[in-house]
T-cell receptor, first 115, second 113 residues
Framework: AQKITQTQPGMFVQEKEAVTLDCTYDTSDPSYGLFWYKQPSSGEMIFLIYQGSYDQQNATEGRYSLNFQKARKSANLVISASQLGDSAMYFCAMSADTGFQKLVFGTGTRLLVSP | NAGVTQTPKFQVLKTGQSMTLQCAQDMNHNSMYWYRQDPGMGLRLIYYSASEGTTDKGEVPNGYNVSRLNKREFSLRLESAAPSQTSVYFC????????????FGPGTRLTVT
């Protein structure tokens, strides 16, 4: 069965610095997708970035990039130039079926950005 | 576009009571989902509907039923609420085909006493 592991319960970073949030995954499927979602204190889930298992290049979306290392089964999120508004919970998730109907989530990392 | 909407935002139930959580999306998406989020945990899939007229169990379906009323609406019913069902419930939707992104509603905070 698919599993996502986020080992950092909390991370601190200063404004304008870069931060990496770790995510490792376990699956035996050759085709899968990896996702990162942000959950601010208001509670909504906000999609950040997606990486397909067959994508040759690491995904990027503005200040977010996904450091995908397939052999190590890791999909770390890198946030460049942190902003105060980046303070939130961050969840890594992966598709658990080929139709991308089922997502399995990690337990999340709380990021706090200080001035 | 309102995106994905959920009602109610908050609900308190007594053990054994029933209720239905409503979800609607206006993005013409085929797939819809219900998740629960417990403290210190990520979201867990309860049920999903890949298309109008179909529903399937997710990771934690026990104690819940769902109805895909039409393409827009997907409801979650608790027939006999238990304290273990105290959680935040999220509805989500996704277009079919190559789209991978799920759009989430604002959530419903449910407390069962």
């Amino acid at each position: 069965a698919q599993k996502i592991t986020q080992t950092q319960p909390g991370m601190f970073v200063q404004e304008k610095e870069a931060v990496t949030l770790d995510c490792t995954y376990d699956t035996s499927d050759p085709s899968y997708g990896l996702f990162w979602y942000k959950q601010p204190s208001s509670g909504e889930m906000i999609f950040l970035i997606y990486q397909g298992s067959y994508d040759q290049q690491n995904a990027t979306e503005g200040r977010y990039s996904l450091n995908f290392q397939k052999a190590r089964k890791s999909a770390n999120l890198v946030i460049s130039a942190s902003q105060l508004g980046d303070s939130a919970m961050y969840f890594c998730a992966m598709s658990a079926d080929t139709g991308f109907q089922k997502l399995v989530f990690g337990t999340g990392t709380r990021l706090l950005v200080s001035p | 576009n309102a995106g994905v909407t959920q009602t109610p935002k908050f609900q308190v139930l007594k053990t054994g009571q029933s209720m239905t959580l409503q979800c609607a999306q206006d993005m013409n998406h085929n797939s819809m989902y219900w998740y629960r989020q417990d403290p210190g945990m990520g979201l867990r899939l309860i049920y999903y509907s890949a298309s109008e007229g179909t529903t399937d169990k997710g990771e934690v379906p026990n104690g819940y039923n769902v109805s895909r009323l039409n393409k827009r609406e997907f409801s979650l019913r608790l027939e006999s609420a238990a304290p273990s069902q105290t959680s935040v419930y999220f509805c989500a939707s996704r277009s079919s085909g190559s789209s991978t992104k799920q759009y989430f509603g604002p959530g419903t905070r449910l407390t069962v006493t």
